[in-house]
Every structure is written in structure tokens, then in C-alpha cells.
């Protein structure tokens, strides 16, 4: 029965899947552990894959396209940090309405400048390729070797890398940081922060520039790299997704990390699984599959598995006391 | 005398309009970028949504659904809950209205059939609610997260259970059977022939009822004094008497029932049948009228009205000008949604300056 079941390729596609929500969940782990909800993760990705996928086609440069990306996806932040910190407006408001805009604008846009019924051209030359390690010519025909080096370790885009290398990273800034402790405070107790001097807002709206940029990568990641185009809607819930991560990782870096890999191998097995029978149970459709990260995760916040405990002043606009 | 407060008319009438217009004049400067008039298609939508009989009629059959959706976010908005799950509680009743369908359509009479398809969606949809409530309520889970994730859980299910049980046999889509006429709610244009060939139909009177109902249980009954009271302090509510944990569950329970009812417009007026991601964003609509009509009956209505002919004039404009797809409209819906949502009182402090430099001192 294992032979359509290729346990190698469910490895490396777990691999190229993680990055998205990598790179949502840690923008999101920024945005929240200053205290601001971040539900536009969705909307910010889709506006940097339309932005990266439209740039790099028009100038065939794909780091043009990630670029245009950071620069659309920072500025959505920015309009979210001015809405939830300046406005002190509904933050879940202002993070759906942001998903909802972008879901239009992006298509609307698509549709005026290629006219492929919101697609964008493929990219052709101008997608990132993967990186090929030196040597893998020589161990391609060891067993084992050859496959884990030339397909494991390498021939990913350099996003992949980026991703991976993010986790440690952001794990030394928010726990070793001197910026990384006021963020936390800002997110537990603003005013306390306020009170030794901590400037509340600036901290946060740096947070939101943070997750911004990081957010960005997911999109131009989906369009650049996985795809070669830019579809409507093509992030499929992934800011949701990434977000699921993050109350399930109990916006820790390392933990939300591990729950991004944990979904990237779902939707890998579920592709796997797709029309195979299995003993006793037969076959488990894909739809099914798709729940498991979700239900899960409602189960943890249920506190039946671990306790998931968001940041204390996560939602609430800071109003200087006097 | 000068205030620091602004006076009723301004937060419920005002600051509202002040909001559209910027959303509008965005949306405006978009249309304008696209090489299209505003003015014109302002025009156009105006014309095909409202002016235009058969229009209006479409306006309010949309409108019909977007009611009960935008009730069912304000019933928990005014609990201090805010219910994103609208989408999925619709998705569910429309699987409780179908599986009463399914198994009576054909012996029961529509007098009898429609109630209990009706009852079938607001069972459903309030289930769906039920395990969200209860977790906010006994365990702390916040809503939010939870109900965002039983959105997503829903539409996996739903694909499940459409596609291995619903589908008849032969058939390649992913519906169910189209119900016999017994099901189909009674049209008004039965009434109204001037309305013509039009979905709309006896469920936008029941989103009226629904309308009034709410009114009532919430500002005019005990049950409604506690709901309030739970929303603007928990603490106090609880201190003097009110059990929280109730009031949460049955406020999310009477929230998923009306969003559950917002399936009976969509599937038994308009479709007959049961198909794959049918309610198609209406859930999310909600949240934006429940956030434009400041949960209030009147509010809820206007609100519900505009995003209708928002709708069935968007789609007359995109048949008239290329440039402008429907989708444009998905658009403008977030920006309402931010500005009239998120930034509400981005013109406070500019009005209560105006109201108070006209006091003079």
C-alpha cells in the first residue's frame, strides 16, 4: 500500500510549504507580542504576492518583485499601526477590513493591467530559483546522500533558507533583545513600559513595520516561488493559517515555528493521501485532513492539551495614564 | 456651555455619514484611477439598484440575507462578543435546512415543510455557535480565535459531507438535489407583479420581524438588560446577579440561530438546492452592518439595503463597464468596513471642535 505513499516527498514538500507560514506566523508573533492583534495577515499577504508577482513580471527581475512586495505590505502595516495605535480603533476591525480590501483591490488590479481573470502572467525567467549546493552532482547517486543533500539541505529558493533562518533569529530579538523586552512589555503591561520610560507606541508601530516586512516574504514566497504568478485569493487562508500557528506555537518563536512545520507536513500528507487507500480506515479525504490543524488547535485553546495564553494587553489600545 | 461629549445625533447620524462619504471617496478615487467616471457609475449603480423596480427587488433580497447576518454579529456584539463565525453558522444552517429538505420535501405540505426547514437552520447554525460560546464562557478560549477556526473546520466539513453524501447519483456537482416546490419559500412578486422575475421573497418579511424582535429582546426585556449589562461590564453584571457564562453561551446561541437564518433567504428563496461555499463572504458582511448600524434595528436595515445595492448595482456596472468588475465591490466593502468600523471616530475630535467653537464659550 506505501507505494504511491513517497515518505521522501512528503519531506521536501513540508519543507517548501513551511516558509508561507514561517514567515506569517513570526510577523504575526511581532505584531501580538506588542500587544496589537494582527488579523490582516492574510490581506498583507495577498497584497505582496499581487505586488512582487506584478513587479517582478513587468521588470523580469524577481527581487524587484520581493521588494515591491516589503514596500506594499509595510505600508498596510503602517495603515493598520496608524488605525490600531494612533486611531485606537477596533484592531480585529481593522485587520478584517484590511483582508476584505485586498481581497478586491488585488484581483480588481490584476484584472485592469494583464486581463487574465485576476492572473497574473507566468513569470517565466523571473521566478526565484532554487539553490543548487556545490556537489551535489557528485553524491547524487549515494542512497540516502544524495537525496538528503541535494533535496533536504538544498534546491530550495534562498526564501526557504530565509524562513528557517528567521526562527532562531527571532527567538534572540524577542527573548535577548533589549528591543525584544520592551516589545514584551509593551504587550503584558503597557503602562508599566510607559512608566520606565519605554516609548508604547513607537515600540508597537515598530512591531507592526517588523511584521510588515516579514509578512511580505509569505506573499512574495507564494507567488515568486511556489507558484510563478499571482491567483486570486491564491493565500487560501495561509494569514489565517499563520495565525493558528501562533496561538498554538502560545506565541513563542521556537513553539510557533514547530506548529508552522507541523501544518506545512498536514498539507503535504494531505496531497499524498489524496485517493489512497490505507488499512482499516480506506480513504480519508483531503477535506478532512485540511481540519486537523484547526481542530487541533481549538482543542489546545480549550486548555485540554496545553494551556495557550495570549500576551495580557493583546487588543487593547494604549491610553497613557496621568 | 462647552462639551466634552458629542451629542446623540452626531455619533448616530454624523459621524456614520462623515465615514461613508471617505469610503466612498476612496472607492471614488480608485474608479477614477481605473480610467472609469465615479460619477457615472455612481449613476449606473444608483439607477440599476434602486431607481429600477426589478432592481430595488434584487437590492432587497440581498438585503434579505445581509439582516440576519449583520443580527446575528450585533446580538453578540452587544454581549461584548464579537462573532467572526457568521460565515461558518451559515454554512450550517444551510446543511440544517437541507437535511430537513431532504428527508420531508416530499411528504410534508410547504405550511408544515418551510417551519421546519426554518427551525432546521437556526438549529444548526446555533450548534454551530454553541461549542465557541461555551469555550469563552467555561474555559476562556477567546472567541475570535475560536470562531475563526470553526469557519475554517466548517468548510472543510461541509466540502466533506456535500461531497460523500449530498451529491446524487451521476451527478458531477457538488450540490445537493434541487428540493420539490413544496420548499421553495413564496415569492412577493406573487403579490407585487411589478417586482417581475425576482428572488425576493417572504424571508426578507421575516428579516423584518427579526429586526423588530431584536429590538424589543434587547433594550425592552430582562433578558436583553443582562446581555447589555454582560457587554459593557462583566464584572458588574456578575456582581449584581447576572450569571456571565450564561448570558455568553446564550447570546452565542441566539447569534449562530440567526446567522443560520440567513441560509433560508439564500438557499430556499433563491437556489433550491444546497452548493458548495453558497454563503459566499455574507457572514463577513455582517460584521460591517452590525459595525455601520451601530447595532441598531434602523442602522442594521439601512446598512443591510446599502451593501445590497451595492451588490446588484456592482453587478449591473460590471456588465457595462469592464474596467469595474464586481469584485470592486469586495473593495469597497473593507473600506466601509474601515472606516466606518475601525476609524469611527476618526472625525469625532474635528466634530465636537465644530459643535464646540459654535457654543462659543
Request: net charge positive; charged share 10%; glycine share 10%.
Amino acid at each position: 500500500m506505501f507505494e504511491d505513499f513517497h515518505f521522501a516527498s512528503i519531506v521536501v514538500s513540508t519543507i517548501r510549504n513551511a516558509p508561507v507560514l514561517i514567515f506569517a506566523a513570526l510577523a504575526g508573533l511581532f505584531a501580538e507580542r506588542s500587544g496589537v492583534i494582527d488579523l490582516a495577515l492574510e490581506g498583507k499577504i495577498l497584497a505582496s504576492a499581487f505586488a512582487s508577482a506584478a513587479v517582478a513580471y513587468t521588470t523580469q527581475n524577481p527581487w524587484y518583485g520581493v521588494a515591491a512586495g516589503v514596500a506594499v505590505s509595510a505600508a498596510l502595516a503602517l495603515l493598520q499601526g496608524f488605525v490600531s495605535i494612533t486611531q485606537k480603533g477596533n484592531q480585529l476591525v481593522a485587520g478584517i477590513a484590511i483582508n476584505i480590501a485586498m481581497s478586491g483591490l488585488t484581483f480588481v488590479l490584476a484584472q485592469f493591467f494583464y486581463q487574465q481573470g485576476g492572473r497574473t502572467p507566468d513569470l517565466g525567467q523571473a521566478r526565484l530559483f532554487d539553490v543548487v549546493l556545490p556537489g551535489t552532482a557528485a553524491v547524487a547517486n549515494v542512497p540516502f546522500l544524495g537525496w538528503f543533500y541535494g533535496h533536504v539541505i538544498g534546491g530550495h529558493a534562498v526564501l526557504v533558507y530565509l524562513a528557517f533562518a528567521l526562527i532562531p533569529l527571532v527567538h534572540w530579538v524577542i527573548y535577548h533583545s533589549r528591543f525584544g523586552l520592551r516589545l514584551r512589555a509593551c504587550g503584558e503591561n503597557p503602562h508599566a513600559a510607559d512608566a520606565a520610560g519605554v516609548n508604547v507606541a513607537a515600540t508597537r508601530f515598530m512591531a507592526m513595520l517588523i511584521a510588515g516586512v516579514l509578512c511580505s516574504f509569505a506573499g512574495a514566497y507564494l507567488a515568486i516561488v511556489q507558484s510563478g504568478f499571482f491567483l486570486r485569493d491564491m493565500s487560501a487562508g495561509a494569514g489565517y493559517l499563520a495565525l493558528t500557528a501562533l496561538v498554538f506555537g502560545n506565541w513563542r518563536p521556537l513553539y510557533t515555528a514547530l506548529g508552522c512545520v507541523m501544518f506545512g507536513f498536514f498539507s503535504a500528507v494531505q496531497i499524498q493521501m489524496e485517493g489512497v487507500d490505507l488499512p482499516l480506515v480506506g480513504r480519508i479525504p483531503g477535506s478532512l485532513i485540511q481540519m486537523i490543524p484547526y481542530v487541533v488547535t481549538v482543542i489546545v485553546l480549550a486548555g485540554l492539551m496545553a494551556k495557550s495564553v495570549a500576551p495580557k494587553a493583546l487588543g487593547t489600545p494604549f491610553v497613557k495614564s496621568r | 456651555m462647552k462639551t466634552t461629549e458629542l451629542p446623540r445625533w452626531a455619533t448616530a447620524l454624523l459621524l456614520p455619514v462623515l465615514n461613508l462619504t471617505s469610503a466612498l471617496l476612496v472607492a471614488a478615487l480608485v474608479i477614477r484611477l481605473l480610467g472609469e467616471s465615479p460619477l457615472e457609475s455612481m449613476t449606473i449603480l444608483v439607477n440599476s439598484a434602486i431607481v429600477n423596480p426589478e432592481g430595488l427587488s434584487y437590492t432587497l433580497f440581498y438585503a434579505s440575507t445581509f439582516i440576519f447576518t449583520g443580527l446575528a454579529v450585533s446580538i453578540a456584539m452587544k454581549a461584548g462578543l464579537f462573532n467572526i463565525g457568521g460565515e461558518g453558522q451559515m454554512y450550517f444552517g444551510g446543511l440544517g435546512l437541507t437535511l430537513a429538505m431532504l428527508f420531508f420535501d416530499a411528504s410534508l405540505p410547504a405550511w408544515l415543510l418551510i417551519p421546519a426547514a426554518i427551525a432546521g437552520a437556526a438549529l444548526f447554525g446555533a450548534m454551530w455557535a454553541c461549542i465557541p460560546g461555551y469555550l469563552q464562557a467555561r474555559r476562556g478560549s477567546h472567541v475570535v480565535v475560536t470562531t475563526i477556526m470553526f469557519n475554517f473546520i466548517a468548510a472543510s466539513l461541509m466540502n466533506f459531507i456535500i461531497v460523500k453524501y449530498l451529491i446524487p447519483d451521476g451527478q458531477q456537482n457538488p450540490a445537493s438535489r434541487v428540493f420539490l416546490d413544496a420548499g421553495a419559500m413564496p415569492r412577493l412578486n406573487a403579490w407585487l407583479p411589478v417586482l417581475g422575475d425576482t428572488p425576493l421573497n417572504v424571508s426578507f418579511l421575516l428579516a423584518i420581524v427579526a429586526l423588530a424582535m431584536y429590538g424589543v429582546m434587547v433594550w425592552r426585556s430582562l433578558w436583553g438588560y443582562q446581555l447589555r449589562a454582560t457587554g459593557l461590564n462583566a464584572h458588574a453584571a456578575h456582581y449584581a446577579g447576572v450569571s456571565i457564562s450564561r448570558t455568553i453561551i446564550v447570546a452565542m446561541l441566539v447569534s449562530g440561530a440567526l446567522a443560520g437564518l440567513a441560509a433560508v433567504n439564500s438557499v430556499m428563496g433563491s437556489t433550491h438546492y444546497l452548493s458548495l461555499n453558497f454563503p459566499a463572504g455574507a457572514g463577513f458582511v455582517g460584521i460591517a452592518i452590525a459595525l455601520m448600524g451601530r447595532q441598531h434595528p434602523v442602522g442594521i436595515f439601512l446598512s443591510a439595503v446599502l451593501f445590497g445595492a451595492l451588490i446588484q448595482g456592482g453587478f449591473d456596472l460590471s456588465l457595462e463597464k469592464p474596467n469595474i468588475p464586481q469584485e470592486t465591490f469586495i473593495f469597497i466593502q473593507g473600506l466601509i468596513i474601515l472606516f466606518c468600523g475601525a476609524m469611527e471616530n476618526f472625525y469625532g475630535p474635528a466634530v465636537l471642535r465644530l459643535i464646540n467653537l459654535g457654543r462659543k464659550g
